[in-house]
């Protein structure tokens, strides 16, 4: 799978793990930065990931800041992203089978590396079921998108 990764300077150190992890695992990996622990702005490496994955450079996207909120909220401006902070391993895939999540954020000062990379491999594993609730749930989540 081909997924883009991106951070803040507070999130970078994580980010930089969970890239390796996801290239060990065969994954082809975009890095849209940060490419440092420099102070940068979050919504900048938001707009990088959710750009990608919402015009098909990538199918998932892995953002990661200091807490993960405002990563959150930034990437989910961009029309055809549902981002999600997920700290626990069932919102991870659950996010992706249920409303078909396609950007995980983490918060890199709040989970340590073990349970970010089984996040992001559940997130990774993960496959929508288009089952009629969540087809019909998504089908208004999208709508919504559409009142911008």
């Known amino acids: ?11 970078f150190p994580l980010k ?7 290239r060990q695992d065969g994954h082809e990996v975009v890095d849209v930065g940060a490419f440092s622990t420099a102070p940068v702005d979050y919504p900048d ?6 750009r990608t994955v ?3 450079g990538a199918e998932r996207g892995l953002l990661v800041c200091g807490s993960g909120v ?7 401006k961009i029309r055809g992203v549902r981002a999600a902070i997920c ?10 089978e249920h409303d078909d999540m396609n950007v995980l954020v ?4 709040i989970v340590g590396p073990a349970l970010a990379a089984e996040l992001v491999r559940a997130f990774v594993a993960a496959r929508y079921t288009a089952e009629d609730r969540h087809a ?5 989540v999208l709508a919504l998108e559409e009142e911008k």
């Open 45 to 50: 490496s938001a707009a990088a990931v959710g």
């Open 16 to 22: 930089e793990e969970m890239a390796h992890i996801l």
């Open 54 to 56: 919402s015009g098909g």
């Open 106 to 109: 983490l918060g890199g000062r």
């Open 1 to 11: 799978m081909k997924i883009v990764v991106g951070s803040d300077h507070a999130g």
């Open 70 to 76: 405002g990563a959150s909220v930034a990437a989910n």
């Open 87 to 96: 700290h626990d391993t069932y919102s991870a895939h659950q996010g992706v």
């Open 136 to 140: 019909r749930r998504l089908a208004k």
